[in-house]
Every structure is written in C-alpha cells, then in structure tokens.
C-alpha cells in the first residue's frame, strides 16, 4: 500500500510500505493544504495508507509507480485541468474507484466528471464522516466483487464476475470498474425489477449521500458500450437491453439471439 513522505515540500518520494490492518491503499489528489491534512489524517486513522499529492505531475507519478484502490481527485487543481486528470487516471489505474472531491454542483458537471472516468463524487463542503462512510462503502464492494467466483448470462451476453471481463457473442467488452459492478448487479437479476435504491447499495454503498445521477450516467454508458460493440461485430450481436423503469428503477432484458441491434437509448 501506498504512503507519501518527504522532508519538504520539495522533496518527496514515494515508498510502498505495509500497514497491518489498513483497509485501503488511497491517494489524495488535493492542493489545499487545510483541506489535504484534514482528509489524510481521517481517512489514516480510519486505517487506510494515504499517498496526498497536491498536483497532477505528482498525481501521475504515484498513479504509474503502484496500484490504488481507489482515489479520491480535486478537481479544482493548479496545474492541469481536473477532468483530463480523471482521464488519465482512469487509463493508468483502471480498477481503482475514482470519487471526484468537487465545488461544482451543476447536474452538466457532474455528468461530465462521471463521463471522464469517475465512478462517484462528493461537493464540497463535505464531512470527514461522510466521506469515510463513502471510502468504506467504495473498499467494501469492491472487495466483495473480487471475491465472487461466478458468472451470469443474459441473451448474447456473459459477464464473468470471477474474472471481471464482459462478452457479447464471444468478443470481450472492455468496461470501466462500476460500469462492470453495475451490469454484474443487473445480470445477476435479469427480466427482474430492481429498484434505484436496491442498485446504488449494492453497487455503491448502503451508506450512499447524494443524488442517484451516477447511476443514470454509468446506465446511459453501459447502454452505448453494449450497443457499440454489438453493430461492431458482422453479423451484429444481440443487444441486452436496459429498461427505465419509470420511477422505479432498471431492469435488464436478455434480448433474443439474432434480433435486431436497437438504437442507443437516450436519457
């Protein structure tokens, strides 16, 4: 697990250290300094090991030099634009969560960031406590979805959860990690009902606070993935469907073998 530690602000360096009981290995991309020690320091004593960066240069540098399990990314920073950070961390760490530490509290925003590769986010100002509730909820599923070793199968499609891959007809999916949570959850439950509250606990966290737009962007891109890779293949796969369930939820349809690829559906 990752640490960040130095004389001075000048000199850092980065080690890979072991903390007995740590729940996570996390960086903190944040460039107020107030704000970086006060996260760092709850989110150690909750027991995680904390890398705390305060630029995108050095964001990237621990990004390349480890693994993460997740990151939590100021958008807001000195030195490069914070949705082309998201982006590449996104690319140099794809099965880390990635939570967007953000002042910007326009729905478009949002749906930006979580477009760029974001899998949740917090507006600032937030609590030490909820934010934690969040960290720990992100850790645990992610956890529990490693330690499944089954798979499920809707129509065309299989989604291996032992080994987190997604296949359409035979031919590999590539999804981002919340995007692959949130296709596992509906496959394993397909031509059923589940409801927005049922799928942002198991797929985000009981302890979820917020807005549930996360979940209707990271539904909006599963529907675009899937259909892309569907037209992509001669002849075209079968599309499984994602259906809005009007003020109620989603529900996936295994859609028969050979029917025709739908358009992408707008939300």
Not at 82 to 88: N, S, T
Not at 181 to 200: H, I, K, P, Q, Y
Not at 219 to 237: H, K, T, Y
Request: include cysteine; aromatic fraction near 6%.
């Amino acid at each position: 697990m990752w640490t960040l530690s130095g004389r001075s602000d000048s000199d850092w360096r980065w080690e890979l250290l072991t903390y007995p009981g740590a729940v996570g290995s996390i960086m903190l991309v944040e460039d107020d300094f107030t704000i970086g020690d006060l996260v760092q320091s709850a989110l150690r004593a909750d027991g995680h090991s904390v890398a705390w960066v305060r630029t995108g240069a050095d964001a990237n540098r621990v990004a390349a030099s480890g693994s993460l399990d997740l990151i939590l990314l100021d958008l807001g920073l000195p030195d490069v634009d914070g949705l082309d950070l998201c982006r590449a961390l996104r690319q140099s760490q794809s099965e880390a969560v990635l939570v967007m530490l953000t002042a910007r509290r326009e729905d478009m925003d949002v749906i930006v960031g979580l477009e760029s590769g974001a899998d949740d986010y917090l507006t600032k100002p937030f609590g030490t406590g909820q934010l934690l509730a969040r960290v720990r909820a992100h850790l645990r599923r992610a956890a529990q979805s490693h330690d499944e070793a089954s798979s499920y199968t809707a129509g065309d499609l299989l989604v291996d959860v032992s080994v987190r891959r997604c296949f359409l007809a035979g031919h590999e999916v590539v999804l981002r990690s919340k995007e692959f949570d949130l296709l596992s959850r509906l496959a394993s439950a397909a031509g059923e009902a589940l409801s927005r509250e049922t799928l942002m606990s198991d797929v985000w966290g009981i302890n979820w606070f917020g807005s549930t737009k996360t979940l209707d962007v990271h539904v909006a891109a599963l529907r675009r993935r899937l259909s892309l890779a569907a037209s992509a293949q001669r002849p075209p796969a079968a599309v499984p469907e994602i259906t809005t369930l009007r003020r109620f939820g989603y529900r996936l349809e295994a859609a028969r073998p050979g029917s025709e690829v739908p358009e992408t559906p707008v939300t």
